[in-house]
């Protein structure tokens, strides 16, 4: 390395600034305007701060698995059009604090459709976060004395959309609804929700216990939401693959 690409890595690297591949640039220098190689090294700088941007909100969204609309199968799960799930990968209703719900039985899809809006929120450049209700919940009630959930629930408040995922497989008791309810009310109108839950609204109060924080729940969801009903046969059922020995 000459001396001059020395000290320039030298520059970078004191800068702050992230490990463009000074030899590659260094190699095109005879063909380009010191102006011409300035952009060249700028623009590189800027795809790599995008990149790495790009992948700590994929690692902060803590999606389980990356899911997009290809690989969903539409002519299976007919109670929800591929056209209706186009029109909101556009991601528009995100600026607006739109709500979406995915109501349905078990294996239908609706975390499927969930993922792959939040992996499109993602690649919009959304800050974006992955929650099952009991780990919300796990986060609500020991945050007084972890800080690791106190660092979860302060990302989660920076977020411009979250998924929240498995609502009402398990009642939450009494102070749980009211904790779920004031984390709900503390997003309302702000940001938006990605709710998926294995039961009607009119089965909610089944598992939040209490018809007061239902409505005042249900209340603020629903104000400004897309409820989308999905019904059918559980898609993992019908496509079981057993071992073969």
Known sequence: MTAPLERVT??????????VD??????RQNSLSPLESLEVFLTEEQRLRTERQNQLR???ANLPIEKTL???DFG?????????MLRLSDMTWVEQAYNICFLGPPGVGKTHLALSLAVQGLDYGYAVAFETLESLMKHLKIAEISKSSQHRLKYLGKCSLIVIDEVGFLPLTAAEANMFFSF???MSERTSLIITSNKGFDEWVDFLGDTTI?????DRLIHRCEIINMSGNSYRLEHHQPIIG
């Open 22 to 27: 000074l030899d590659t640039l260094y190699r």
């Open 76 to 84: 299976f799960q007919r109670s929800v059009s591929k056209e209706q």
């Open 70 to 72: 290809d690989t969903f």
């Open 10 to 19: 030298r520059l970078i690297a004191e800068l702050r600034l992230l490990p």
């Open 58 to 60: 994929r690692r902060k």
């Open 214 to 218: 239902t409505t005042a729940i249900l």
């Open 184 to 186: 709900v009310s503390s």
